[in-house]
């Protein structure tokens, strides 16, 4: 049995790390939010110690490994903010902690050098959830791909990526709506599907910016082995009229070569499938997120083009003034 600390128990994702470290047969000892909304610790582990402090975390973490032999935190399961992701990752490694990482890992392609320095001096591995990598479907559809590239080695894919999930007035209000801290739409909501399409298809080529604002991103990308126009938002305006008729506040479909991919279910279960490959020594370290990272980055960093060249056919119910940067419906 392994004893882990979390960060971020109050987080959206946080029950899906406290059934995955119960699952796996392991305890979590330690946890820590502002927040104090924490019930659903009872449901998994209510001895675990909680704290509102992160100083007051610190310091329990830290005589753990200090006076308890046996008792000492080996795993820091991190379900913060992702701004803060880079600091708590660093404080499990410097507690002599692996690190189990919530997407994104980092915001930008540098901190995983650093973090790669510091994994190096501490001895200890930090692990991100990709847990589409893991998801059946996905594997089938890497093999299926793998097989044709063997017929064709120079085949490219036609892809269209759509994912709405609607978000109410609250999401712009918290730290998710600014794109500091979050990295907005394409990197709070995107980034695991571009680590799957990357997974799937190879390296970048190409990376065009077609929207970004604060409620919807939405691109080109040219993949080694796949031409993938993408759409992503968090406004309900846009969900598709057949996804409003079933009153559905979320939409998701991937197409290859004009076949749609079906992969809606098959959730439940990925971050315990995801624990039970860190803890078998398989998880996903530094490396496996320096594309997505650097997708979303570079998206991040790029003036949007607007409706030219190959865009999402989504992309034209966006009126032409909200395609910059900072404009939503409302402002």
Known sequence: MKNFALIGAGGYIAPRHMKAIKETGNNLVAAVDKNDSVGIMDSYFPKANFFTEFERFDRHVEKLRRENAGKEVNYVSICSPNYLHDAHIRFALRTHADAICEKPLVLNPWNIDALQEIEEECGKKVNTILQLRL??????LKQSVEDKLKEEPDKKFEV????????????????????????????????????MLTYVFGPVQQNVCHVRNVDTSAGFLELKHARVRWFLSV???????VAKENKQSTYRSITVNGHEFEFSGGFTDLHTKSYEEILAGRGFGLDSVRDCIGIVHDFRNSEP?????????????????????????GD
Do not use: M
């Open 135 to 140: 998801h059946p479907s996905i594997v089938d």
């Open 235 to 241: 406004n309900a305006d846009y969900l598709p009229a």
């Open 305 to 329: 083009s607007g409706l030219v060249g190959d865009y999402h056919p989504f992309c034209q119910a966006i009126d032409r003034e909200l395609l910059v940067v900072g404009r939503r419906q």
């Open 160 to 195: 269209d990526l759509t994912y709405l999930t609607s978000r109410g007035r609250w999401y712009h209000v918290s730290w998710k709506g600014d794109e500091h801290k979050s990295g907005g739409v394409a990197t709070n909501i995107g980034v695991h599907f571009f680590d």
